[in-house]
């Protein structure tokens, strides 16, 4: 079955750090770009990160730059999302996205079901 | 940066009804616009790609057109499963801008 599984969210401080991980099964993980889309609590979707098939390009939108940083483990089929310096901007659920080719473009056919992280004191 | 705004933000339809959602985008972006469907809880779905390109397994129902700065989603015949919170998204090779969303609420 195709499919995309998010893990490693949580409750987590201010300044404190996550790791997310997406498990890919079910078609060639190599071959396709992913990305990372978040929604904040009774808000709309926010593109948050993006990965190559390869892993050599990424993009970030501008509020994460410098905190989050994606990669990827193509032997694992594993999608990674590290989040440091966590401000309650970042809270909401992150979605793991299968993009329609290996280099974008960045819009997307498979996704998960999410995973929450909540930034609080 | 490229700013997309969806009208309306709320619609309330019947059953049957036919229903269109308006995506403008800032500047033109050409035809580089997806449409999603989210439900309650629910990961998104890809329902157009390319402005007007029906994805597979997505009812013929759903119909999306437009270029430049101006695009629209229809609905011809709205179902029950319909209901849902509908997202534009414009794409480039490195990054997705969505709209803040359409509400399509039970009359």
């Known amino acids: 079955e195709v499919q995309l599984l998010e893990s490693g969210g949580g409750l987590v401080q201010p300044g404190g750090s996550l790791r997310l991980s997406c498990a890919a099964s079910?078609?060639?993980?190599?071959?396709?770009?992913m990305s990372w889309v978040r929604q904040a609590p009774g808000k709309g979707l926010e593109w948050v990160s993006g990965?190559?098939?390869?892993?050599?390009?990424?993009d970030y939108v501008d509020s994460v730059k410098g905190r989050f940083t994606i990669s990827r483990d193509n032997s694992q089929n594993t999608l990674v999302l590290q989040l440091n310096s966590l401000t309650a901007e970042d809270t909401a659920v992150y979605f793991c996205a299968k993009e329609k080719r290996d280099i974008g473009p960045r819009y997307f056919d498979l996704w998960g079901r999410g995973t929450r992280v909540t930034v609080s004191s | 940066d490229i700013q997309m705004t969806q009208s309306p933000a709320t619609l309330s339809a019947s059953v049957g009804d036919r229903v269109t959602i308006t995506c403008r985008a800032s500047q033109s972006i050409n035809n580089w616009l997806a449409w999603y469907q989210q439900k309650p809880g629910k990961a998104p779905k890809l329902l157009i790609y390319t402005a007007s390109n029906l994805e597979s397994g997505v009812p013929s129902r759903f119909s999306g057109s437009g270029s430049g700065t101006e695009f629209t989603l229809t609905i011809s015949s709205l179902q029950p499963d319909d209901f849902a919170t509908y997202y534009c998204?414009?794409?480039?090779?490195?990054?997705?801008?969505f709209g803040q969303g359409t509400k399509v609420e039970i009359k």
């Open positions: 079910g078609f060639t993980f190599s071959s396709y770009g």
């Open positions: 998204q414009y794409y480039t090779s490195y990054s997705g801008t």
């Open positions: 990965i190559s098939g390869s892993g050599r390009s990424t």
